[in-house]
């Protein structure tokens, strides 16, 4: 494999000779957790780390120590770090280490966690090497139980750090993550699990297994939507300021906001970019007639990530693969949102009846597809089947304006039409944001040829969450009488847009379908859409990492 040689290679001469303290910890807590951070530099902010960085921030306030903050690194040892705290006792120097939580009981006499002695006599052996003393022990204070813990440093725990050293830096040459712990009490309290999906590993390989969600059930931050021409995004201390013509000057929270999206000819300054960029904050550009322009790439690091993507987006028979499941998916959708639709139909359901049995014919075809040609011939047959009978789904007393006639674009020539494309518009960057954040390479897909419009693994991804996320609320919203056929919309010629008026309008309806949950029909857990597009994105991956069999199965009940 010379694509995993030449990344080992690249991995030998980027990482340093010596191993932080705190990643000898993760090592020993669980490996992947250490491969996740080491390699493919991935890092989560939850609050248990941040409760722990105000425990360190008390701490310093408060102890009178000889040395506070003391930073020290041996090559020779190969560890570097920054010790909590020393004191001297008796002559003897002793670090201290700091754990917000609660100590090990062993017959209910309080012990360290293995992680953490581990830690604490990594820091004493640094200190050895570093400033040529001898170290006796190291003590760590569990705050929770506001118990002591002595660990005693002899040559059998210097062996074992040196050895940790060792295999940890081995396993940070390897181009092969780890595979999930066997203990899953370690996944309850990791701040990486959103990112492992431990849960999600172990169903993969036990269809029995019912997993807990570890995934977050929500992003609660708001997507900024900058509509009106020439307005100007910046930067001003930790929140951003957004500029309109003849307006007071807005000031928002970077805290509350998880995409900034600047249609038409809005504008953001270098330093807002560079700040959004720094908090991981999305960034994308969208034209002011609705159409989808890019994203701030914004990545560092997954390079392992996307080494193991190439080598497995490069093998034609599991790209066909992936797109059987894909074309399934949104076939079904479609389906399915027919037969929604066929219940609370008044009028004649004789075409749509037949529409959704041929399509459930067409489908059974899919799994028997030899090429991406063919099954593109499939996906069409689907779609030609799907739209032809939309419009059935729209109430009695539609305005004639907003019927639907056959699907059209670049530009929309009709109204619900302009709907479908701006929909879709947001819906692809929505689905780029969630590729940049899990730091895949959103120009290598496994269906859709690239071209001008978007990368192709976001148009694959897209497929899924095209009829939940955009069909079923213009049509839902068009029977619920929401739209204003003259003050939502443009007409110039043959071309119809949404006015700024009518995009206010859709994305106030888009974010609010985004905010509801969808239980997700294999892991059993209930996600909001938001969540959702993530967590597809992360199920991509693990088709390529040995714990597939979880992507593409959201399909419209």
């Known amino acids: 494999m010379q694509s995993i040689d030449l990344a080992q290679d690249t991995l030998t001469e980027a990482f340093p000779n010596t191993l932080r303290v ?119 204070r569990y705050h929770a139980d506001n118990v002591l813990i002595r660990v005693p440093l002899d040559e059998q725990g210097r062996q074992w750090v040196k050895d940790s050293i060792q295999q940890a830096k081995q396993l940070r040459k390897s181009a092969y993550r780890p595979p999930v712990t066997s203990n899953e009490h370690l996944c309850t309290r990791c701040s990486l699990s959103s990112v492992c999906l431990p849960e999600e590993a172990r169903l993969a390989h036990n269809k029995e297994w019912h997993p807990l969600r570890l995934f977050p059930q929500d992003d609660e931050r708001e997507v900024l939507h900058i509509l009106e021409p020439g307005t100007r995004v910046g930067r001003t201390g930790e929140q951003l300021k957004i500029s309109r013509r003849d307006q007071a000057d807005e000031k928002v929270s970077v805290g509350q906001v998880s995409q900034v999206v600047l249609h038409s000819f809005a504008q953001i300054s270098t330093q807002a970019v560079h700040f959004l960029a720094y908090k991981d904050v999305g960034i994308h550009f969208v034209s002011g007639g609705g159409c989808y322009i890019g994203s701030v790439d914004t990545r560092v690091g997954s390079i392992q990530r996307r080494i193991r993507q190439y080598q497995a987006l490069s093998q034609s028979d599991f790209c066909l693969e992936l797109a059987r499941k894909l074309v399934n998916c949104r076939g079904e959708g479609q389906r399915k949102f027919l037969m929604r639709g066929k219940q609370k139909s008044k009028s004649d359901k004789v075409e749509l009846e037949q529409a959704i049995a041929q399509m459930k014919a067409v489908l059974k075809q899919v799994p028997q597809v030899q090429s991406l040609e063919s099954l593109l011939g499939i996906e069409g047959n689907l779609a030609a089947l799907y739209f032809g009978v939309l419009s059935q789904l729209l109430a009695p007393d539609t305005p004639d304006l907003l019927k639907f006639s056959g699907r059209n674009r670049r530009p929309p020539k009709d109204r619900f039409n302009a709907l479908l494309s701006f929909g879709y518009s947001l819906l692809i960057k929505d689905v780029m944001n969630a590729i940049l954040t899990v730091g895949l390479e959103p120009a290598l897909g496994f269906y859709h040829q690239p071209r001008t419009q978007a990368p192709p693994l976001a148009l694959d991804l897209m497929e899924i969450f095209r009829v939940p996320l955009v069909d079923l609320i213009v049509v839902t919203s068009i029977n619920r009488n929401q739209w204003d056929v003259d003050a939502d919309f443009e007409v110039r010629g043959q071309q119809v847009w949404l006015s700024d008026r009518g995009r206010r309008k859709f994305i106030s309806i888009y974010e609010q379908r985004k905010s509801e949950s969808w239980k997700h029909p294999v892991t059993g857990y209930s996600l909001t859409y938001r969540r959702l597009l993530e967590l597809e994105v992360r199920l991509l991956e693990k088709e390529w990492s040995g714990e597939g069999g979880l992507f593409g199965q959201l399909i419209v009940r």
Do not use: M
């Not at 004191?87 to 120097?93: F, L």
């Not at 100590?103 to 830690?119: F, H, I, M, T």
């Open 22 to 140: 705190c990643a000898l910890h993760a090592f020993a807590y669980c490996p992947r957790l250490f491969y996740l951070e080491e390699v493919e530099e991935l890092y989560t902010q939850d609050a248990a780390v941040f409760a722990g960085r105000q425990l360190h921030e008390k701490i310093e306030q408060q102890e009178d120590e000889e040395w506070l903050d003391l930073y020290l690194e041996d090559e020779i040892l190969g560890l570097r770090g920054r010790v909590d705290a020393l004191r001297t006792r008796d002559g003897q120097t002793i670090p201290y280490e700091h754990k917000r939580g609660r100590c090990y009981r062993d017959d209910n006499k309080p012990q360290a966690w293995d992680s953490d002695k581990l830690q604490i006599l990594a820091y004493c052996c640094l200190l050895e090497a570093a400033l040529g003393i001898v170290v006796s022990e190291g003590r760590i």
